[in-house]
T-cell receptor
Framework: RKEVEQDPGPFNVPEGATVAFNCTYS??????FFWYRQDCRKEPKLLMS?????NEDGRFTAQLNRASQYISLLIRDSKLSDSATYLC?????????WGAGTKLIIKP | SQTIHQWPATLVQPVGSPLSLECTVE??????LYWYRQAAGRGLQLLFY??????ISSEVPQNLSASRPQDRQFILSSKKLLLSDSGFYLC??????????FGPGTRLTVL
């Protein structure tokens, strides 16, 4: 089993729809969780950290389920500019383990 | 504010040639530094990380090496490039296991 697993997609979603991704991790001792966004041929950029209580930033909501060892990302009212690859990242101590990413394509 | 620089942005090198990629961070002290490689359509592969000057840990055995001659400078090198070394090389930094921040990357093509 991979340490961090994501559905590679692509998810083809019409503009304005709601889309959700899940990401599972294998190390129950993981302490930090993040979602990054990567545009084609660009570096990853932090989208949001994921806290135990869940957190929301505008149209984006992240949740952590420690018991089932997964994190989720929900995007509401999707925009064309949301098209990107979304990377799930799980960390302990100094090291972060990266998922391979889920590709999202928002269609007009 | 902190910034991270990488150069060059793109590089085309013949098989067997040497490589040197440089990364520098500004606006922070004693950062953790990382080198990743991303093959086309794939996830990030951690190559090296450093928690201090002269301290390098290698995650994947290969023909690459890394050095940290100064606190905010991280260098990725190879004596002889292989075709399989082609990819997108990303340098990143963080503090104590927090979120990582990336440089713009170097796209390396080995022919």
């Amino acid at each position: 089993r991979k340490e961090v697993e994501q559905d590679p997609g692509p998810f083809n979603v019409p503009e304005g729809a709601t889309v959700a991704f899940n990401c599972t991790y294998s190390n129950s001792a993981s302490q930090s969780f993040f979602w990054y966004r990567q545009d084609c041929r660009k570096e990853p950029k932090l989208l949001m950290s994921v806290y135990s209580s869940g957190n929301e930033d505008g149209r984006f909501t992240a949740q952590l389920n420690r018991a089932s060892q997964y994190i989720s990302l929900l995007i509401r009212d999707s925009k064309l500019s949301d098209s990107a690859t979304y990377l799930c990242v799980v960390g302990s101590n100094y090291q972060l383990i990266w998922g391979a990413g889920t590709k999202l394509i928002i269609k007009p | 504010s902190q910034t991270i620089h990488q150069w060059p942005a793109t590089l085309v090198q013949p098989v067997g040639s040497p490589l040197s990629l440089e990364c520098t961070v500004e606006g922070t002290s004693n950062p953790n530094l990382y080198w990743y490689r991303q093959a086309a359509g794939r996830g990030l592969q951690l190559l090296f990380y450093s928690v201090g000057i002269g301290q390098i840990s290698s995650e994947v055995p290969q023909n690459l090496s890394a050095s940290r001659p100064q606190d905010r400078q991280f260098i990725l090198s190879s004596k002889k490039l292989l075709l399989s070394d082609s990819g997108f090389y990303l340098c990143a930094w963080n503090d104590q296991g927090g979120e990582q921040f990336f440089g713009p990357g170097t796209r390396l093509t080995v022919l």
